[in-house]
């Protein structure tokens, strides 16, 4: 069996952690297209969660995201995610999706 190292990036002073996600250039996978099916959705957030996996800025996007109650997909999280993990969030796509439907 293999082991999982842990990598630990640190930002250097004065540069913005932005510069450094893995996700740049890829915001087709994070923020959705007008009009998402639910199953596309789902396709889309599972690449990108697995493209945060890999992220060395994983953690500061994260925080920036709950912080600044942030649309789209974020350090690995959905709206709805943030939604339930307790932070605020104008208006969860997800939890808008289901009180609609009801």
Known sequence: MAAVESIRFEVPIGHDWREHGV???RTNLFFPPRAERPQARMRREAQARLLCSTCPVQAPCQEFARGNHEYGFWGGES?????????TVAAPIGVRARAGAS
């Open 23 to 25: 996700c740049k250039g």
């Open 79 to 87: 709206e709805e995610d943030r939604h339930l993990a307790g932070y």
